[in-house]
């Protein structure tokens, strides 16, 4: 079984910073692209931000020069530092993770559980 956990979220107030994190477990053969998503009250779920195995990312126009994503292959983590947050950035955030878990079979998707981050004086 895989699991996706993140952490790291909270209360912030406005121009502050958080830095999220996402660990992933279980029998795993390799992990291939890892991102962040979010999900604000009413809206739909969007793309923050990719990173491939090999360390080139990919960030939505809203976050460009504010987030930056990162990641430890060798702890199978996946970071998003987020600096002068806004009240708009206040959302749920989940990490994702495209995982093969034995040689030769499919590549699937899997999500964390969220963490939720507001943003707020």
């Known amino acids: 079984q895989v699991q996706l956990v993140e952490s790291g979220g909270g209360l912030v107030q406005p121009g502050g910073s958080l830095r999220l994190s996402c660990a992933v477990s279980?029998?795993?053969?390799?992990?291939?692209?890892m991102g962040w998503y979010r999900q604000a009250p009413g809206k739909q779920r969007e793309l923050v931000a990719t990173?491939?195995?090999?360390?080139?990312?990919d960030y939505a126009d809203s976050v460009k020069g504010q987030f930056t994503i990162s990641r430890d292959n060798a702890r199978n983590t996946v970071y998003l530092q987020m600096n002068s947050l806004k009240p708009e950035d206040t959302a749920v955030y989940y990490c994702?993770?495209?995982?093969?878990?034995?040689?030769?079979?499919?590549?699937?998707?899997?999500w964390g559980q969220g963490t939720q981050v507001t943003v707020s004086s």
């Open positions: 990173i491939t195995s090999a360390g080139s990312t």
């Open positions: 279980g029998s795993i053969f390799r992990i291939y692209a």
């Open positions: 994702n993770a495209e995982i093969r878990r034995s040689w030769g079979t499919n590549l699937y998707d899997y």
